[in-house]
């Protein structure tokens, strides 16, 4: 399968070294950037799978453009930078870079890199995910059990019969049962009758 690469190096002739070196049936440089604004451009509108980034110790921009790659278009990233750039480290693990090298690679490390931290980075997307769905799922349950006390106190009914409710109007409106525990919380909150759980904070749902 072949990469499409989006290469970020100031230097046109160190650019041009790269993506002659590249096997093209492997890894192909897809679009070049001089700087992060057109990196981030040409990213929008190519949609590459990894960004190759020269950095150089003082440039900080760097590490904000691999960012951005990975939070606002999904783009993972390697660093190329100098022997003497090593320094660099606490900034590579802050900004979610997903390889670093030191210049000069050859280009066989070079796509073994990038393959490597394409799948690395779907990876941590898929943990990512995860975590946000048992999240909500904690914060439903949040919900649900808040609104469950509340008609138990409302509606004097055993816990049982005041989940079964909830579970009876989310079939019949086919709405989630989160939704429906917060339209009873609200509903309560609206009425004064919710002061038995004044410090709760009702959790929202995405």
Known sequence: MTRFILLVDPDQTHRTRIARSLDPTVGQVMAEATGPEEAMRLAAMTRPDVAIVTTHLENTDDFHLTSRLATEHGIPSILLTRPGDLMVMPHVTQSGVMGLLVRPVDPTTLLAATELAICRFQETLALRREADSLRRLL????????????LMELENIPEKEAFARLRQKSMDTQRPMAEIARAVILAAEVRGRSRCHPTIRTPVVR
């Not at 914060?139 to 509340?150: F, H, N, P, T, V």
Request: hydrophobic share 35%; no cysteine; proline share 0%.
């Open 139 to 150: 914060d439903s349950r949040k919900l649900i059990e808040r609104a469950k006390g509340l």
